[in-house]
């Protein structure tokens, strides 16, 4: 057992309730330090977490990074292939350009002799259209049917025999 210690009867009631106090105190303390402990715990893994994470960014980011560049290097060389086609399809317009310019002035004249044999040829169309219709009408015939049975043995186009019977003035 242990040593008796002498004690005032009247600090004995303060005694006991100390004694209380002090073994609320301790288990308080006990349970702040276990409480304590699991929050160390918590924040190690927490912050695993975050070192995790952001191992996984810096891995996502060098990744993205890279894509980026490779894009980047995709599109100057599209850049530069596109710069090149644009330079040599301005030089072919140009001499493009100039070949239609030198066409036009050998073509001119021809051209002009273009729309009067075009002419030409309508006039001589509708003169034929017209020959041919004062040749069927100086044959007798009453029926409609036969008539347009010559004019498609004549190889006669009815547009122009209706050009035949109203010329059109020359442009």
């Avoid at 057992?1 to 073994?23: C, Y």
């Avoid at 980026?68 to 030089?91: P, T």
């Amino acid at each position: 057992m242990g040593k008796f210690i002498p004690v005032d009867p009247d600090r004995w009631a303060e005694l006991v309730k100390a004694a209380g106090e002090r073994d609320a105190l301790v288990q308080d303390n006990a349970r702040l330090r276990s409480e304590l402990t699991d929050l160390k715990y918590a924040s190690d893994g927490f912050k695993a977490e975050v070192e995790r994470w952001e191992s996984e960014n810096k891995l996502k980011a060098v990744r993205i990074k890279a894509q980026i560049l490779d894009r980047l290097v995709e599109l100057k060389k599209e850049n530069s292939r596109f710069c090149l086609l644009f330079a040599n399809s301005e030089r072919d317009n140009a001499s493009l350009k100039a070949e239609v310019e030198r066409l036009t002035k050998e073509n001119a004249p021809a051209t002009a002799r273009h729309l009067i044999a075009s002419q030409d040829i309508k006039t001589l169309r509708e003169q034929i259209a017209s020959l041919c219709l004062e040749r069927i009408a100086q044959r007798p015939t009453n029926d409609f049917t036969a008539f347009m049975v010559k004019l498609k043995d004549e190889h006669i186009n009815i547009n122009d025999l209706n050009a035949a019977k109203s010329p059109t003035p020359l442009p």
